[in-house]
């Protein structure tokens, strides 16, 4: 069989997101921007729903990934029928968002990022590339980029569960992160999965691990039995992490 890419847009030209706000423009002042960011195969409306369980101080910018699938729903990058992806375009689709979420910063108090599966990998790469621009971090059933690897995901997800795998620190990212940046800076970072999660691999949760533990403050819970999911009790601890570390 022929494997087939969904090509990645032109980096050159960025794609204006569709994004899905929790409160009108005019309501936006003064509250914290909190930019929410889906898993592979989802999009913007996926994780609204645990937007009554989030602090009403923040704002929500839903954001909808950039590249439509063939079955639906939306990607962030293009994976192959081997699930393996070019690292051009995952580093062009970190610097998309990127360049829209810096667009956005100077209209709300603070910014803080919250991804799930694939979403928690871009939130981690926004936070590497400027930790000094984010109050904290929540990645869920998740994990942060290897630059020191090759691409790809090893299998088939649920619903909005495929994740990218990392990406090759000889090539295009090399050097993309800066994470002696983020070592100074200590961001705070919650990361809560379910130990038993049949879709992000141990290799992806050890250095994820080993990461957080060099670089950032990390709160690290675990949950049995949400499977590659999100849990109520995992929803009530971010509350009340977001509550606490966004003043």
Known sequence: MTEQQTPAPSHSEPIEPFVRWSRPESERGGTHLLVVLHGYGADENDLFGIVPELPEKFTIASVRAPLVMDHGGYTWFPLTNSLQSSPLAVRAAIEDLQEWVTAQRANFASTSL?????????????????????????????????????????????????????VSGAGPLAGFFDDEAVKAVKPPVFWGRDQADPVITPDKIEYTHSWMNEYVDMTKVLYAGIGHGIGPQELRHVGEFLDYVVK
């Open 114 to 166: 919250l991804g799930f599966s694939m979403g928690m990998a871009m939130a981690t790469s926004l936070l590497r590339r400027e930790p000094q621009a984010y109050a904290c971090v929540v990645g869920l059933s998740g994990f942060a980029i290897d630059p020191t690897m090759a691409p790809g995901a090893e299998s088939a997800p649920p619903a909005a569960g495929v994740v990218p795998a990392e």
